[in-house]
């Protein structure tokens, strides 16, 4: 058999490699992703996946972004701040995206932003609520409202309506948590007074110790502040245990549908400020949550989490479309885009990047299952 020569093989069998390379169609547009995916918080970070992967999965449908594919890189922020720095320095430096969805807790968001600002990467964070994320750059943007909003808005109505004179919190150590606290002290109705203000470390599943002093502190509502699906549900059952029956207003994480295999019957009775419920908004919410449950089954947190989520993806993409895939170019599409008719409300960012439009809602738990009672505006 005749071969040819090594320097002619070569050459040829190099042709035939970079022809191979040049089928394989258009670049991907490469998105990162930052959430807890492990964790006492991955429920609702495998919920705002699903939805980002959702909204992804329409998008290539339909022929990606201007003809190139969207390809997902997640990473496990794991809700703290080293594993938020770690998975934004990949995705920037290794993977090189050309955005970021998250982080999802405050926690990540405020490590990576930084490491997105410098190198003028959109981070766009679906649920990260702490009003530190306000002042956190030019380039990082959130869906969820700010703490210091909702707590001037939200919380102010549900004072206004129940009036405690004894308050009592409870509030984990994590940026999103102290945030609340600080915020949720400035709008306690006027007469009231903090009679308990108390800070567990982040992860504790024992509150035995602290709801014995509780016990013996007359209050009239009891303000939970935890991160977390097992550090809530555990406080509700030992709560419960101990025959405590003050009413209970908690944070929007209380509204997880995991807590009823945690804490069964446990939550029943405790009020919960969230955005509203995006099924019972609007089409476009209907439309989202029937799609969601159709391909990932119902949500573990609330429909709320996935749906800001959802919302985001889709704002990120379309500013890609309309600006290309260069970061600044796509900062600007985001603070000049008209309102996005969303599953959530009709959405816009403001002058700092934080995202407007969406309602909130005071819910309470009852018979195991997360009732809304009353939407809140905003503005």
Known sequence: MNRLPHFIALPILSLVLLAGCGTT?????????IGPLTGDAVSYGKDTLNATQLALDEWNASGGINGRPIKLIAEDGACNASEGALAAHKLIDVDHVTAILGGNCSTETMAAAPIAEQNH?????????????????DFIFRMWPSNAKAADIAYKAFFATHTPKRIAMVSDQTNYCQSLRVTVKTVLPAG?????????????????????????????????????????????????????????LAND??????????????????YV????????????????????????????????????????A?????????AGTD??????????MPA?????????????????????ALKQWANGTVKQLTVIPLE
């Open 340 to 360: 996005f008719d969303g599953a959530t409300g009709e959405i816009r960012f403001d002058v700092n990047g934080d995202a407007e439009g969406m309602p909130y």
């Open 121 to 137: 990467v959109i981070l766009l964070a679906p649920i990260s609520s702490s009003k530190d994320v306000t002042s956190a750059g």
């Open 192 to 248: 009231s007074q903090l009679v308990f203000d108390e800070m567990p470390e982040v992860g504790s599943k024992d509150f035995r110790s602290l709801l014995s002093r509780l016990k013996k502190t007359p209050y009239d509502l009891l303000y939970l502040n935890l991160q977390g699906d097992a550090s809530i549900g555990t406080f509700m059952s030992q709560y419960r245990a101990l025959g405590l029956t003050g009413d209970v």
């Open 273 to 312: 400020l969230s955005l509203a419920s995006p099924e019972q908004l609007k089409e476009p919410g209907k439309r989202f949550v029937d799609a969601f449950i159709q391909q990932f089954g119902k949500p573990k947190q609330a429909p709320s989490f996935p749906a800001v989520a959802y919302d985001g």
């Open 253 to 270: 994480i209380a509204e997880s549908a995991t807590l009823t295999s945690i804490a069964g019957h446990a939550m029943d009775d405790v």
């Open 327 to 336: 970061g600044p170019a796509i900062r600007d599409a985001l603070y000049g």
């Open 25 to 33: 169609g258009p670049t991907p547009v490469r998105i990162g992703y």
């Open 314 to 322: 889709n704002i990120l993409f379309n500013a890609i479309k309309q």
